[in-house]
């Protein structure tokens, strides 16, 4: 973790996305200098639809600088689109991914304090960015997808900054593991349990786990 470091950072602005003209705006420009982050997510940056994005629980958007050489061999006629800010993320990472951190870890980035709270859960929109229908399943599939932060305290951000490890709530529930729950793959009955009170975890998913485990 010591080495992780913020590689850059994105915002973007709503537009007509793909040949219907879909509003979004998963397309982001990197930022030059320093951003300022607060409870509802960086400045400048827009959401089309606040119904599934933005707010306090989808505040920022984080993603792993190393799954863009996989996107791009997986899909190399798109190598071009698959850099830091490709895939539609606030900040783009290096030296963490899903692997390494867990449900809840609370990172320190310039002045800021974030919690990595919920996966990202992939919509038609972002096949809508890269003009291609396989790509929606591919990020379910591969479990690239990336993870919201909260914001725990608000501060500046830049490339550069390192991405310290600050606080770790659940040390034995990897990110990955919530990212394969969420894309299907099936939760025991014990993970349906811990994930319905988890700290740190988003108060939309502790309520989805509770009902799994009542249901099951």
């Known amino acids: 973790m010591s080495a992780a470091h913020l ?22 420009a990197r930022l030059p200098g320093r951003a300022m982050i607060d409870s ?12 599934v994005h933005g707010g306090p629980e989808k505040a920022v958007y984080g993603y ?7 996107w791009a061999q997986d899909f190399p006629e798109h190598a071009e689109k698959f850099a830091p800010g490709g895939v539609g993320e606030n900040l783009s990472i290096d030296g ?6 867990c449900v809840g870890d609370v990172h320190a980035i310039g002045g800021a304090l974030l919690q990595a709270c919920q996966p990202r859960e992939p919509c038609f929109k972002f096949a809508l960015r890269f003009g291609d ?39 034995d529930f990897s990110f990955a593991r919530l990212v394969a729950i969420v894309s299907g793959r099936g939760a025991t009955t014990e993970e349906c349990a811990r994930l319905a009170q988890m700290e ?16 099951g």
């Open 64 to 70: 792993a600088v190393r799954h863009y050489a996989d």
């Open 200 to 215: 740190g975890l988003a108060r939309g998913m502790q309520a989805m786990a509770r009902r799994a485990f009542k249901s």
């Open 7 to 28: 590689v850059s950072v994105h915002a973007g602005k709503v537009a007509p996305l793909g040949p219907e003209g879909v509003p979004s705006a998963i397309v982001k």
């Open 96 to 101: 963490v991914d899903e692997e390494s951190i």
């Open 133 to 171: 229908n396989r790509l929606v399943r591919a990020m379910v599939k591969s479990g690239r997808a990336g993870w919201y932060y909260r914001v725990l305290q608000e501060g500046d951000v830049g490339a550069g900054d390192a991405v310290r490890l600050h606080a770790r709530p659940n040390p």
């Open 40 to 51: 509802q997510g960086l400045a400048g940056d827009e959401q089309a639809d606040h119904r």
